[in-house]
């Protein structure tokens, strides 16, 4: 018996916040297309063999599954099972052929129809590996959504993003050792040559039994995941500092959830309200680059360029690496930190590099920001990513740079110039961070107190 489906999705089952999709194209039997505000799945091919309608949802399930991967990656938004609005299946044909030829994806005016025709030809080439990839994002994204603050499966998502650059660094894995072994021969040819005073046969055999033993010693018995992803990005042109700082951060939260980090400091939680103890509660600042950089590198698997403009932008907020703030604070790097800058080195910099860097270095920041200030006219401060680095350092004993940032805590206060809902929540992200607030908010709160006092 043949059975044949029909699938509709309502678009105002879906966020308001959706552009208009506009689309007609074939998908393993399967036409999609739009109509009256439904995007509809309509089988055209039918599913033969089967006993009943429960054999027939089963093996139509994975069609579904890809399509909607397929579209969620287009339009950025999880598309799912859970938004089919209607389904029925019946054993009678609708008599319409297939027309292969047509391929149309329009999103918000802008035509994707390109894209989509790479993705299918992609999926009919390498099939495992794109659907999984696209799956694996889709499914990521499903569960940032699944509440207001994205939080409840932060963790969840996160390792979902995970996998999807593991699957992306095993593409090029194969390339990448054959690189690491062609750099191992070089050197231990070089070493022959220059210092063994041996004939080329010698060279080569002395090269062929030292290789994998210098590879071992360099490398060790296998390539780090973060080696392999970052030969990716080298790969397709989307690594830099920053971007290879970013990567570090990131496996060290992967391994932090792949071995299941004891959750640290659970007597307090800084906003948004989590109602687990996520692992990543203190990462969660990282699940918007990651999930787009894993977006533009799937794009650059398939052979396609959406995402980057999206990551271009992201990137751009991407903090710079430790090493670069060394070389700011020792003057080895000439940069202006009160305004925009090509490696995004801003008084919030040092702010993060406070909160992790030892003593020795607390006090270089210490008189670094208190130098920086000096050279400024306070009006003219970049307050929204001051407020942070003038808290931390208002139990300074330097007397006039407690004086400057008092200045620059009360006028951000002022003008609500802080990327916090309220003044006070810098107080439990410092908390939630092991950083003792006792003395630091009675001298905020001091100080604020004297201004209203004064008025």
């Not at 973060?226 to 970052?230: F, L, N, V």
């Not at 299941?260 to 659970?266: D, H, L, T």
């Given at each position: 018996?043949?059975?044949?489906?029909e699938?509709h999705?309502?678009?105002?089952?879906?966020?308001?916040y959706?552009q208009?999709?506009?689309?007609?194209?074939?998908?393993?039997?399967?036409?999609?297309?739009?109509q009256?505000?439904?995007?509809?799945?309509?089988?055209i091919?039918?599913?033969?063999?089967?006993?009943?309608?429960?054999?027939?949802m089963a093996?139509?399930?994975?069609?579904i599954i890809?399509?909607?991967?397929?579209?969620s990656?287009l339009i950025g938004?999880p598309?799912?099972?859970?938004?089919?609005?209607?389904q029925?299946?019946n054993?009678?044909s609708?008599?319409?052929t297939?027309e292969?030829?047509?391929?149309k994806?329009?999103?918000?005016?802008q035509?994707?129809?390109?894209?989509l025709?790479k993705?299918l030809?992609k999926?009919e080439t390498?099939k495992?590996?794109?659907?999984s990839?696209?799956?694996?994002?889709n499914?990521?994204n499903?569960?940032?959504?699944?509440?207001d603050?994205?939080?409840l499966?932060?963790?969840?998502a996160?390792?979902?993003?995970?996998?999807?650059i593991e699957l992306?660094s095993?593409?090029?894995?194969?390339?990448?050792?054959?690189i690491?072994?062609?750099?191992?021969e070089?050197l231990?040819?070089?070493?022959?040559?220059?210092?063994?005073?041996?004939?080329?046969n010698?060279?080569?055999?002395k090269?062929n039994?030292?290789?994998?033993?210098?590879k071992?010693v360099l490398?060790?018995d296998?390539?780090?995941l973060?080696?392999?992803?970052?030969y990716?990005?080298?790969y397709?042109?989307?690594?830099?500092d920053?971007v290879?700082?970013?990567?570090d951060?990131l496996i060290?939260?992967?391994?932090?959830l792949a071995?299941?980090?004891?959750?640290?400091?659970?007597d307090?939680?800084?906003y948004?309200?989590t109602?687990?103890?996520?692992?990543t509660?203190t990462?969660?600042?990282l699940?918007?680059?990651?999930?787009?950089l894993?977006?533009?590198s799937?794009?650059?698997?398939?052979?396609i360029?959406i995402?980057e403009?999206?990551?271009n932008?992201?990137?751009?907020?991407?903090?710079?690496?430790?090493?670069l703030?060394v070389d700011?604070?020792?003057?080895?790097?000439?940069?202006d930190?009160?305004?925009?800058?090509e490696?995004?080195?801003?008084?919030y910099?040092l702010?993060?590099?406070?909160?992790?860097c030892?003593d020795?270095?607390?006090?270089?920041?210490?008189?670094?920001v208190k130098?920086?200030?000096?050279k400024r006219q306070?009006?003219?401060?970049?307050?929204?990513n001051?407020y942070e680095?003038?808290?931390i350092?208002?139990?300074?004993e330097?007397?006039?740079?407690?004086?400057?940032?008092s200045?620059?805590?009360?006028?951000?206060?002022?003008?609500?110039?802080?990327?916090?809902?309220n003044?006070?929540?810098?107080f439990?992200?410092?908390?939630?961070?092991?950083?003792?607030?006792?003395?630091i908010?009675?001298?905020?709160?001091?100080?604020?107190?004297s201004?209203?006092?004064?008025k």
């Open positions: 018996m043949i059975y044949y489906s699938i999705f309502r678009f105002n089952q879906l966020e308001t959706l208009p999709i506009e689309c007609e194209f074939y998908y393993a039997g399967i036409k999609v297309y739009t009256a505000q439904e995007l509809i799945f309509k089988d091919g039918g599913s033969s063999d089967v006993l009943n309608v429960g054999e027939a093996r139509n399930r994975p069609k890809a399509i909607a991967d397929v579209i990656f938004y598309i799912t099972i859970y938004d089919i609005e209607s029925s299946y054993v009678e609708s008599k319409e297939m292969i030829d047509i391929t994806f329009i999103y918000g005016g035509d994707f129809s390109f894209q025709n993705i030809s999926i390498n495992n590996i794109t659907l990839l696209l799956d694996k994002w499914k990521a499903y569960l940032l959504e699944a509440d603050s994205h939080v499966y932060l963790d969840e996160m390792l979902n993003y995970f996998h999807v992306l095993d593409i090029t894995k194969r390339k990448y050792e054959k690491l072994d062609k750099k191992s070089e231990l040819n070089s070493f022959y040559k220059d210092t063994g005073y041996l004939h080329q010698q060279i080569v055999d090269v039994q030292k290789k994998k033993l210098l071992e490398i060790g296998f390539i780090p973060k080696d392999r992803y970052k990716f990005l080298s397709h042109n989307l690594l830099d920053r290879s700082f970013f990567i951060e060290k939260v992967r391994n932090s071995h299941g980090r004891v959750a640290q400091n659970i307090v939680m800084e948004p309200l109602p687990f103890y996520n692992i509660r990462e969660g600042h699940v918007t680059p990651i999930g787009i894993t977006a533009v799937i794009s650059k698997f398939i052979g360029h995402w403009y999206e990551w932008e992201i990137k751009q907020l991407l903090e710079p690496s430790p090493d703030v700011f604070l020792e003057g080895r790097l000439d940069v930190i009160n305004n925009k800058n490696h995004n080195l801003t008084w910099s702010f993060l590099y406070y909160l992790t030892k020795k270095w607390k006090k270089v920041i210490e008189s670094r130098l920086e200030l000096s306070l009006k003219n401060l970049d307050l929204p001051l680095i003038a808290v350092l208002i139990d300074t330097d007397r006039q740079l407690f004086k400057m940032l200045y620059v805590i009360t006028k951000i206060v002022e003008g609500n110039e802080f990327r916090w809902s003044y006070r929540d810098i439990l992200y410092l908390e939630v961070r092991d950083i003792e607030i006792g003395i908010r009675k001298k905020v709160s001091d100080i604020l107190a201004r209203i006092n004064k």
